[in-house]
């Protein structure tokens, strides 16, 4: 009774005993503030990281890609049996892509991917990033009338109505120039709005178009052949649209492509400080790619134009800089490739084992027989998740020691108050109070110094964890400094997760360190002498 | 008293068993101080207690008067200072009856608070034995000796000795509260308040219950303590200086108190003194002269 009541009345009376552990309570809230935001970063990463890979992938080794692909899947589907949700082929080249902005052309190195807009979307979450809703619901390549951008994104007017405003802007001024010139375009003219022009579009190769939206072929023939024959560097053919081009922006577009929006925009800030998208190009635009034809028997540098048709953006930098994405069918037939791939992937039912499957398509498809990795998802993003894992890790430790410091301010602090208690531990002994209750006076009084400490801590995290949207806000308003900066991360919120088991063990973690620094010395306490005790002074 | 001391030690050496031992025992003998319950427990006490608790048959045993409640044989204690050897008792040979007002009288350094505090049981001798009872109490192993001062020796001493962060009724409960936990102390708190508040208006002090130490005169500090020291009636009280730190008005009321507890309530009492005057009050006068008793 005696211990409860002693225990409770140091507390009390105690406020520097409070004070050392106000390093515990800010060590939880930390740790669970901390904890909460790597688990949001991590479980955010993880969704988008899957969400553009799909679960398993089958990995070409060559740019020309597997052939026989109807066969191989068949193959995959008897392998994997039930638990195989969707299957899709894709094409992946690398490519340089330039962007036309203000009369300047602006490279890009990507990662061009041919994806079958009929079954991409089985596999991965890629269509839920892109910027037009329409898309979202279905991928198609062709270009919206307009209504891109969604609550995140202020994209200028894009589609058809700017394409259109564009293509006139840029006849007048062509014509203007024509009429200052005089000479030399002349008998170049003679082909803009001509009928032939869609006629010779019309037989091109690619899938059938609907009848009101002419359409346009990967490339115009006359173009092709030439960079067919004279291998130049691909800047030679960077007019836009020459003016013997029968194509006719205002009403025609190339093959859709889809880039990533951190290839097309540039987050900035403004003069006055306000973080702002500039957009290189926008839905609408043309951009060109030049990209290697199949290995056989020599790799050709090939140039074609594009309409960028959508944005997406997955919120990987890595991914929404470095991807962009255009039919499957454009892919095979401009680089000669015939209905070989150079990618599977798999999407495989929720819940099963990937690596269980993995393993089983390895060993039907050994790497010695077939010219292919077959990996998950998990495998192919491995460093960077095992980095996220690392980083927390890390991070806990850090701060774990740092409650272990304050453990050790405990210390110091409970010798302080054994110290200046020491004529009433000997009074409580001359009473008949046994050693080991003076010791559990000290330990119930660490162990509710700890309660208290990380209890506190543990609310004030929670607290900071939910409202720590506004609290950046609140920050940064006074400060003028943005705490989390959108041209860092593409998360327009921090994201958080609290994992009750996590707080649990921080809070029963920092306990347990104020308990284990009170015990040296309360077994101080409890071996004082009585006598000598009493006549301390 | 005299007699209950008798009948009881008796009972004692006798030994009635462990199982009577328990906690409704002990709640019960707090409010009911019933002799026989008590020694009873004491007894069960030394017999798991004490290693080598000798019977009331050993040899130095035979020589403590049958009617002595407590008794000192031979005993020796000395202290170190660095390498030397300070001899503080020199083979104190002393007894107290049931009943008797003993004052131990000795001058700065006779050795007279070690005595005591060896008496309490707080310090070991170097060699000799100590008796209550009968029994032999100084070598009982910590926890016993714990159990013998909580319920069985009340203390005073001259620096009161209250616990700072308790109010008054708080202190003079405290023995209470270190014997029982903290349900059964519940349990009975009623009759424990009810039997402190009692004793806090018998020291005349029934008007301050809510005041911690601090705010407490010298006297009212002493008082607070001989209530403190009453709560668990003991057999014996052990007081250390109980005036030495008063002024002479404050002092003799206290030992007016202390009178009056020996004459009214039979309670043995053992005091020690440095002043000649007040070791006069008691019934007997014990001089201790350089570790030894002065004849």
Same mark, same amino acid.
């Given at each position: 009774m005696y211990k409860l009541l002693l225990s409770w009345r140091y507390l009390r009376t105690r406020y520097i005993a409070l004070a050392s552990i106000i390093s515990v309570t800010l060590g939880v809230g930390t740790l669970i503030v901390v904890n909460s935001v790597m688990a949001g970063f991590s479980h955010e990463m993880h969704i988008r990281l899957h969400g553009i890979l799909s679960d398993i992938i089958f990995e070409g080794?060559?740019?020309d890609g597997m052939g026989n692909v109807e066969a191989l899947i068949a193959e995959i589907r008897k392998v994997v049996?039930?638990?195989?949700?969707g299957v899709t082929a894709a094409v992946h080249v690398p490519a340089m892509i330039n962007i036309n902005y203000r009369g300047q052309m602006l490279p890009r190195q990507v990662n061009l991917i041919g994806v079958d807009e009929a079954t991409y979307a089985e596999v991965s979450?890629?269509?839920?990033?892109?910027?037009h809703p329409e898309n979202r619901q279905k991928i198609k390549f062709w270009l919206r009338e307009s209504g891109y951008g969604d609550d995140d994104h202020a994209i200028p007017p894009s589609g058809w109505i700017y394409r259109r405003l564009k293509a006139g802007y840029e006849r007048e001024q062509e014509l203007q120039r024509r009429m200052l010139?005089?000479?030399?375009?002349g008998d170049r003219?003679?082909?803009?709005?001509?009928t032939e022009g869609e006629d010779r579009e019309g037989g091109a190769p690619v899938e059938p178009m609907?009848?009101?939206?002419?359409h346009p072929s990967p490339l115009p023939e006359g173009e092709g052949t030439t960079v067919a024959t004279v291998p130049v560097d691909?800047?030679?053919?960077?007019?836009?649209?020459?003016?013997?081009?029968?194509?006719n922006p205002e009403k025609d577009q190339y093959t859709g492509i889809i880039l990533g929006i951190a290839m097309a925009s540039v987050r900035q800030r403004d003069a006055r400080g306000k973080v702002r998208d500039v957009y290189?190009?926008?839905?609408g635009d043309d951009v060109q790619v030049a990209f290697a034809s199949v290995g056989t028997p020599l790799p050709k540098i090939l140039s074609e134009n594009f309409t960028v048709v959508d944005f997406y953006e997955s919120k990987m930098s890595e991914y929404d800089s470095g991807f962009a994405f255009v039919p499957l069918k454009a892919m095979q037939i401009s680089r000669g490739m015939?209905?070989?791939?150079?990618t599977i992937q798999l999407k495989l039912k929720p819940g099963a084992d990937l690596n269980a499957i993995r393993d089983k398509l390895q060993a039907r498809f050994p790497a010695e027989e077939f010219p292919f990795r077959i990996q998950t998802w998990r495998d192919m993003q491995g460093p960077l998740l095992a980095a996220v894992q690392m980083e927390t890790t890390l991070l806990n430790i850090l701060l774990f020691m740092i409650i272990a410091v304050a453990g050790f301010g405990i210390l110091a602090t409970f010798f302080m108050i054994v110290v200046e208690k020491t004529k009433d531990i000997g009074i409580l002994k001359a009473l008949g109070a046994p050693s080991r209750g003076v010791m559990s006076i000290f330990l119930s009084y660490g162990f509710s110094l700890g309660l208290v400490g990380s209890g506190v801590g543990m609310i004030g995290g929670l607290l900071f964890v939910t409202f720590i949207n506004h609290i950046a806000k609140g920050v940064e308003w006074i400060t003028?400094?943005?705490?989390?900066?959108p041209t860092v991360y593409y998360f327009s919120k921090i994201p958080t997760i609290v994992e009750p088991l996590t707080v649990a063990s921080v809070v029963a973690g920092s306990v347990l360190i104020a308990v284990l620094a009170s015990v040296l010395p309360a077994l101080r306490a409890a071996r004082l002498h009585p006598v000598e005790a009493l006549r301390y002074e | 008293m005299s007699s209950t001391g008798v009948r009881s030690q008796e009972s004692g050496v006798r030994g009635q068993g462990p199982?009577?031992?328990?906690r409704g025992a002990s709640a019960a003998a707090i409010t009911e101080a019933d002799p026989q319950v008590l020694s009873t427990e004491y007894s069960v006490l030394r017999i798991d207690g004490?290693?080598?608790?000798?019977?009331?048959?050993s040899h130095s045993a035979l020589?403590?008067?049958?009617?002595?409640?407590l008794a000192a044989r031979g005993l020796f204690k000395s202290y170190r200072k660095g390498r030397v050897e300070v001899p503080v008792l020199k083979g104190v040979d002393f007894s107290v009856r049931p009943g008797e007002f003993v004052a131990i009288v000795g001058q700065s350094g006779s050795g007279k608070s070690t005595l005591l505090h060896l008496l309490g049981t707080l310090d070991a001798p170097d060699t000799g034995e100590i008796h209550f009872e009968g029994n032999r109490i100084d070598n009982l192993p910590a926890r016993g000796r714990d159990v013998l001062r909580n319920k069985y020796f009340g203390m005073i001493f001259q620096f009161y000795h209250?616990?700072? =962060? /308790?109010?008054m009724l708080e202190n003079v409960l405290a023995p209470i509260m270190i014997r029982f936990g903290v349900w059964n102390y519940f349990w009975h708190r009623r009759e424990h308040v009810h039997r402190a508040k009692e004793l806090l208006d018998m020291v005349g002090l029934?008007?301050?219950?809510?005041?911690?130490?601090? =705010? /407490?005169?010298g006297g009212e500090m002493q008082r607070t303590a001989i209530a403190r020291a009453l709560i668990t009636q003991p057999k014996l009280l052990l007081a250390d200086e109980?005036?030495?730190?008063?002024d002479q008005q404050t002092g003799s009321e206290i030992l007016a108190i202390l009178k009056k507890l020996h004459r009214e309530q039979g309670l043995t009492i053992l005091m020690v003194t440095h002043d000649q005057a007040i070791a006069r009050q008691a019934d007997r006068t014990v001089r201790l002269v350089e570790g030894k008793v002065a004849a």
């Open positions: 080794h060559s740019q049996g039930d638990e195989l949700a979450d890629f269509r839920q990033y892109l910027l010139n005089n000479a030399g375009f003219e003679s082909g803009v709005g001509g609907p009848s009101e939206n002419p691909p800047l030679s053919q960077l007019k836009p649209h020459s003016p013997d081009d029968v194509f290189l190009c926008r839905p015939g209905d070989a791939v150079t003028g400094q943005e705490v989390f900066d | 199982g009577t031992r328990g004490a290693k080598s608790a000798p019977s009331a048959t020589r403590v008067p049958h009617s002595a409640l209250l616990l700072p =962060e /308790l109010t029934s008007h301050r219950l809510a005041h911690k130490p601090r =705010e /407490l005169s109980p005036t030495g730190n008063l």
